[in-house]
């Protein structure tokens, strides 16, 4: 049937986009900022129990309700292989450029950190950027492991996606790849 719903829980003190997807008998928490009972409540409220939990990179502002939803769920935690020293209990499943997971194919979109990723749900048209494309802006890369030369080639790799998917950032409004591809690249190097 293919029915998707996508929630959003701005959580923490960063107000960090903690997104819930669903598709059918699939459903993913994806970006567990902070705010552990307010997640698990919607995800109860719902009747949506998680069987993943999807990081699109391992700063704190991304993880740090991990643990307790773990306590809630047990759910498989994956993360890309470049980012897993970010969480001192490891994850399940070790991701990598091309790799899939229930509908996403994963983006390795280095620069934000070493593993930064993208869900891409291609039949749905929808992108989960975490921190490494926002509504008109970019991820910082002045934090370790940040690069600006490999987040521009990340950015040049999502802005040259088909126009009309979502993009589902992870902090900040929703867009599309053709509003943030009509500001250019050079918009974002100015970051």
Not at 22 to 28: I, N, P
Request: glycine share 10%.
């Amino acid at each position: 049937m293919n029915t998707r719903t996508i929630g959003c829980l701005c959580v923490g003190s960063i107000e960090t986009n903690c997104w819930i997807y669903s598709l059918d008998d699939f459903t993913a928490v994806i970006d567990p900022g902070a705010e552990a009972p307010f997640i698990i409540e919607y995800l109860r409220k719902n009747n949506l129990p998680p069987q993943f939990i999807l990081l699109t990179h391992g700063h704190f502002d991304h993880v740090t309700a991990l643990p307790d939803l773990l306590k809630a769920y047990p759910a498989v935690t994956a993360i890309h292989s470049d980012d897993a020293a970010y969480l001192p209990a490891g994850a399940d499943k070790l991701l990598a450029d091309n790799d899939t997971i229930g509908p996403f194919k994963i983006i390795h979109v280095p620069g934000h950190t070493p593993g930064s990723v993208a869900f891409y749900d291609e039949e749905g048209g929808i992108l989960f950027t975490g921190d490494t494309l926002f509504c008109g802006n970019c991820g910082r890369t002045d934090l370790p492991g940040g690069d600006q030369a490999k987040l521009e080639k990340s950015l040049e790799q999502l802005l040259s996606m088909k126009g009309n998917i979502r993009v589902l950032p992870g902090h900040g409004p929703e867009s599309t790849i053709a509003e943030e591809a009509s500001r250019g690249l050079s918009y974002f190097i100015g970051y």
